[in-house]
């Protein structure tokens, strides 16, 4: 790919799956986001949702991974565009990089954030004189950072290590949780219960709320894009990257969908739990007693540790490749590898930072957070699309060992559909009345991003950044490697 050798390959086929499958996190993304699936389409779009969303991104996945095989370096999106567009590869790269960046740093703030809570709502539970307050949650959440950021500083293997540990942790995991909400509570609803719908949205429309509960399962299936990242520390990274991102979509479908239904037909008081601050906390609660409930939800707030520090690392590979190619301030900086654990400390550092940087504004206001929640799947799922659409429009284009033949094409188009449908959903209001404080801010936030990114790249990038940078000939790069 043009680049010397910095980073070990110490991930393994197995190592290369589970990054992806834990950022993914059924659990986290279940438990996160199902409160506001059972105001928007309820029961039916929660799982028939949950079934239609999965194949879709299995699409995404597919035309990912293809690429990946074709180009895997810890670039990977804004790499690979780059390379497949005929034309401004520069500025197709450049605005693919930071999107990617926007999203990876948000899908840590987010996750840290969301961990935050659940610990308080754990604390709460426990001790009921508690009182949380937003302040209480941006600190733990600060805290958590710096824990992830240190077990990042240290070698790849130890990040290898956790990361197989969490796999597991989420299998236990989800088996646990599902058994305890199959086998604990005396009665469960109807099957027919499953075609239920319910909108609380405030929107008249029902095929409007319904779509907007798509969004439930698109808020899971982010982050996949973390396989591709760690290409360049995988060993046979053609073939054993395409095949951690198709492992980790398709196992988490399955094992989310069996996860969901647990939720679904334990519910006994829907507007009772619904309306609760934490509805799913609130399911556990009502199904399964106080003291089962917290023993389970432990295992929900280790998921999202686990699944913060997988994000970060991800995130750190992105930081590393693109300011080895001089497209971030102090890029000199960031793409430095530490002689001693070969891992890019100083990106690590610089993840951290730009993640806690997002989770401040929710000492005051929720609302803000949330914006940045959603720009964080936009700028991910905008910057997969965007390699995906330059590859689709090449007639020439060179697969590799692991790709899709014919099928490439049109798998290529399906994705790109997706991507656009869901992209615009999460910059539509989700509820009605439209307030200050229900309005959607995820389209001003991704607009603002994008325009400090045109202003930036038209005042001084443009002339300086032409894409992935070349560090020689092969023979000559080889003459670099781990220098």
Sequence with gaps: MGYPRKLTRRFHAFDNFAISFTIINIISGIFSAFGFG??????????????????????????MGEIASAYPTSGALYFSAGKLAKRHRGAWSWYTGWLNFVGQVGGTAATNYAAATFIQAFVSMQWPSYDPTPQQTVGIAAVILVVQALANTYTVQLVAVVNRISVWWLLVGMVVIVAALTFKPSHHQSASFANHFVNTTGFSNGLYAAMLGLLVTSWTFTGFDGSFHMSEETVKATVNTPKGIMRAIIYSALAGLVLMLALVYAIRDYAGEAGAAAPPVQILIDALGMGTAKLLLLIVIGAMLFCGLANMTSNTRQIFAFSRDGAMPGSSLWHSVSLRTRTPVKAVWLAAACSLVLIIPGWWSHTAFTAIVSVNVVGLYLAYGVPIFLRLRLDDFEPGPWNLGRWGKPVAAIAVVWILLSSVLFMLPQ?????????NYAPIALGAVLFIATL????????????????????????????
């Design 38 to 63: 059972m105001g928007a389409g309820g029961p039916r779009i929660l799982i028939f949702g949950w079934i239609g969303v999965s194949v879709m991104v299995l699409f995404v996945g597919a035309a």
């Design 431 to 439: 509820s009605s009345p439209i307030t200050t404080t229900s309005f």
């Design 456 to 483: 930036w790249w038209f005042a001084t990038a443009r002339r300086r950044f032409q894409g992935p940078v070349s560090y020689g000939s092969p023979d000559e790069v080889a003459a670099m490697d781990l220098i």
